[in-house]
């Protein structure tokens, strides 16, 4: 799916290597975008856009993205002052992906939970080959209760 | 949706808190995996896995995906020699995205059009306001044609 705010998607040849961006939205109308703190490197999070929400990000150099649990625009720190600056966005070889590496405003964190980064939580297997989610390994740097109102 | 592999998703309290691992994967059974190098940080890639994905790399140690645009299995570095060692996965606040850190084989590249990271290019805008892709600002590492057979 392409979007006519966006150019249509061209050749491999063109995708890879040429100078327009083409970006592949999936069926729902959605590319990934991946954010990661500008000073730090660290993933902070993972969002989605649609074409207007990229365009958007773009133009106001502040990160926009589609929720798709809402279905609606969220402008990530409308509510808690996260605003997420853009200090540079790149997309990767077939266009299908965005990065944003950006500058965090308000209380610097980026999770609903209270940490900084959304990816608090290791993978691991227990001795018995068990698949279970570490506990945290960030501790919270604020409570969602002053940013939010609610837990 | 949820597949038979992995629990079924949660309340909010157990996703984010719990140590249940409860991916959720769209509809089409899929989930975005963030690619990261472990030793620089830097980002390589995002792919994407079904359930069976990510339990193969899970449990082997190396990365596994689902191919979207060849419906197919895909083990990174089957042909190209550039598998991806799993050192560490997390995952995020309501579980709907993984993180790889990993450690790639073969000649260390990640992405097939020769450079190390698919993430080779900037989003920028003109003089004149328009938006642009920059001229890749890493230099390519390999050949494809040396790995691929074909460019």
Chains 1, 2 share one sequence.
Not at 15 to 24: I, N, W, Y
Not at 110 to 131: A, L, N, Q
């Amino acid at each position: 799916m392409t979007d006519s705010i966006f150019s249509q998607r061209g050749s491999k040849a063109e995708l890879e290597g040429g100078r327009v961006l083409q970006p592949k939205f999936d069926e729902n109308g959605l590319i990934a975008a991946v954010v990661t703190e500008a000073d730090s490197g660290e993933l902070l999070m993972v969002g989605y856009m649609n074409a207007e929400a990229l365009k958007r990000t773009i133009d106001s150099g502040e990160a926009w993205y589609w929720s798709r649990s809402r279905q609606e625009y969220w402008k990530k720190g409308g509510t808690s002052g996260q605003v997420q600056k853009i200090v540079e966005i790149r997309t990767d070889c077939d266009q299908d992906a965005i990065w944003l590496k950006v500058k965090v405003e308000g209380n610097g964190a980026t999770c609903h939970v209270g940490y900084h980064s959304c990816f608090y939580r290791r993978i691991e297997k227990t001795e018995d080959g068990e698949v279970v989610l570490a506990a945290p390994d960030q501790a919270p740097v604020y409570d969602p209760k002053d940013v939010y109102g609610k837990s």
